[in-house]
Each structure stands twice: as structure tokens, then as C-alpha cells.
């Protein structure tokens, strides 16, 4: 059975306002404890409507806790080809972080050079003074290649590197 949490304070005016309203509205005993009960009968409703509300907040949040904490494998990776320039973008899951960063290490790191474990927003220029832009961060990674500056091995070679990346963060 289900109790309205309601005080004594609460009754008290129920039932002034209930025998106000059967004194100057003449109206008869059942229509005063008819009215009574449809109040209590929307009180009801108003807090099943509360607790629904607050039920679906509680799981909005949870879902939004669950779907950033254990984000989806999904992988974008997009090309661009330009006259003057190309570029790569990729999204992916942070787990391929690692494996990309030895992927560019393998294919444009010289020396001490490492992409490993690093953020970049810049320009880089590697020794064979071969120069684009990278964005870096783990999960996503940019690419721009201005051609005008570029000889044509080198916008090969990136061109080379970046579509590589599509296979390793399969």
C-alpha cells in the first residue's frame, strides 16, 4: 500500500479547505470528498512524475559516464588532395596511439628523433628538410603537406606514410 508523506500540518489545511468548500459552495458531502480525493490522486501523480524525471536524469548520466569512459572503436580517417596541398586526418581509438607513433617512427624519424609518447602542434622539418604540419594527440592525428614546398619524393613519401596509417589503426 502506498502512503503520501504527508504532515499533520498538511491534513489540517486539507481539511479546512474541505470544509470551506462544502460551506460556501453548498456542495454535497461526496463532491467535497471527491475533489479531496482528485487532489491526492494529482499529488500522486506529480510525484511519480518526479521520480520519473529524476530516474531518467540518474540514467542520462550513467549513460554519458559509460559512453566516455569506455568509448567505441570508431575510426575516422579522411584524405585530401589538393593542388597545393594534402592532408590527412585520422580519429581512433587511444589504444592504436602506441602503434601509430611506432608507425611514424619507422617511416619519418631520423636519429633521436621519436614521435613517441608525444603531443605536436606545429611544423616539423625532417633532415632531408622536408617540412609539413602535424597535429598529434593521442587518438588523432593531422597531417598537412604544402606541395609548393615540398619536392615531389617527399609529398610521396607522406603520401605513403598517411595512407599506411588506415591499415594500423585497423
Partial sequence: MYRLPVSKKKIGMIA???LFLQHH???SLYSSF???ANIFIYSRQIIIMK???ILFCAFAICATIISCRFPGENTSISYS???HYYEMKAKFSESKTAEVDRWLDDKLAI???SFAKTEIDGDITLDDQSTFYIKKS?????IKLDRDKNSDEVYYKIKSVCEGIK???K
Avoid: C, Q, R, W
Fill in 16 to 18: 479546512f479547505a474541505l
Fill in 25 to 27: 459552495f453548498s456542495h
Fill in 34 to 36: 471527491n475533489f479531496i
Fill in 51 to 53: 521520480k520519473l524525471t
Fill in 81 to 83: 588532395e589538393e593542388s
Fill in 111 to 113: 636519429g633521436d628523433m
Fill in 138 to 142: 593521442p587518438g588523432y592525428l593531422f
Fill in 167 to 169: 591499415e594500423v589503426v
